[in-house]
């Protein structure tokens, strides 16, 4: 085994590699920190030490009106915006036909007032009111037989026509049905649906396209795009794991109210438009969850509320929104591309890793605030790249559950706070940890962070 005084230089030595791996990810590691303590500096190691990549949507105006597949279409500053008399010319398309914008011009002026940036979506029908779903088949999709998932009112209540030249289909039950096919030969089909009148016709379950099991990676990325028609419903996982690059939904979509994973797991879109006519609380829990690629979210003004992990694992670059519900954790949690968040009430906004793993997130502004606003445990984890938290509206400090909810932020995040509240601030359980970076709302000039 060696003798004491090898293993006391093996110790040494392995101390200081520990060491220097610490101080590698940017945490300082003096000599008063006992070899104890070294756990303690390695919770504060970044989640994953990168800084995320910059991409087109980064550096947005103010206002900016986008295309169905997220195509910049118009850009405008705060002022601009404001003095704007008319909503821009909408955009075209062969076989759509543009609905309108989700704003409209009072909501945009009054919104950019409020929080600083809106996401303005074109909304479009097909010409005919048909959903067309446009798909990719590869050589491995050959002769597979492929199961389209819907849910009719009505027996006979819809045809498909599978775009491959075989005869269209209708399927004589109401309820859930597997609409199954093979295709022959690779290429490009679009599959067309047309819904009767006296029909709703519910598009998925459980994912629009699966197997018998689950979805499979090679049935989900086969569908390039949807266009939604007329007389559709979506439902609790309705579009979970479909891999495709476009969707879009009519004014006339209905919307189920139980809404989990609606949107879930469409690991390739990177912009989604939401219609007006929606209700205000259609988000739910997991709605947009571990969508990687999407990046903007253009929600109605009248869309605000969030849930549980409603946005979680996805790549959302800024948004507006609400918590209403006690029990709303995680909401953006390893949301790591998000950089700019409104929040209309604190009341439930910093639960428990609410934006833990956030580590692009810059800035966050409070509406209103709530005098029972509670801090959960690792509520910011790993936001290191935050330089401060604008808590000045406050009427009361909030309680802060533990220090950990600042876990891996940087050492120099500031905290503005209402110059009548410094005193019991800087003193108040778990913020006296964080006294030195307490600063007094008239102090603080923001050009400082």
Known sequence: MGSIEKKLSYLLGTKNAIKEAIVSKGVEVTNDHTFREYASLIKNINVSGEQPSEDEYDNLNDVVFYDYDGTILYSYNKDEALALEELPELPSHGGLVCE???????????RVQECGFVDIGAIYNTYDGKTRIYINIEEYNVDTVLSFKFSQSIANGFTINWGDGSNEEEYDVSGKISANHKYSSVGKYVITITVKSDCILTLGDSGIIGSSSDVTNKEA????RIHVGDRNKVVES??????????TIPNSIIIADYTK???????SIRFLAIPRTVSSSFIYDYTFSNDKSLKIISFPYSVVSAYTDSFSGASIKRLYYNVSYGNAYRVFYNNRELLYVTIATSRYAFLTNSFANCISLKKINMRTFYNTTTIGNTCFMNCYNLPYIDWSIATAV?????VNAFQGCSSQLKHIVPDDLYDTWIAATNWSSFANNIIKKSDWDASQA
Do not use: C, Q, V
């Open 238 to 247: 309705s579009f979970r794991s479909a891999k495709m690059t476009a969707l």
């Open 221 to 224: 990325t086969i569908i390039e």
């Open 261 to 267: 994973y609606l949107f879930g797991n469409m690991s």
């Open 398 to 402: 909030p309680t802060l559950s533990n």
């Open 100 to 110: 309108g914008w989700n704003w409209n011009l009072d909501e945009i002026k009054k």
